[in-house]
């Protein structure tokens, strides 16, 4: 799956008359911490993968059986559908129209 990037969702946020306004800093920041603890979860995968095939013996053991990397992968694809509902929650704002204003 391809991750959602917080460049799209910002040029998102961008054309739809929102810039650097209370609803962009705010939707830019959490997927920004979004970002960065997909990069974290990432690279921890990587890592268990990286040990399996310098380490073990990966035709008897894989590293999608291991308890640790199972769990890291489901939170690194909770992180990618959060990423990809901000972004279409993103697309369905109305033009120039603020939630934070009445």
């Known amino acids: 799956m391809r991750v959602v990037t917080v460049k799209a969702i910002a040029r998102e946020l961008y054309e739809r008359g929102h810039y650097l306004d209370e609803l962009y800093q705010i939707t830019i920041d959490y997927a920004t911490s979004l970002h960065t603890r997909y990069c974290a979860v990432e690279a921890k995968c990587e890592a268990i993968e990286r040990y399996y095939q310098e380490e073990i013996d990966t035709a008897k053991y894989s590293w999608e059986e291991d308890d640790e990397w199972i769990r890291l992968d489901d939170e690194r694809s909770d992180?990618?559908?959060?990423?990809?509902n901000l972004f279409n929650t993103v697309i369905g704002f109305e033009h120039n129209c603020n939630p934070f204003k009445n």
Request: negative net charge; proline residues 0%.
């Open 79 to 84: 992180i990618e559908d959060e990423l990809d």
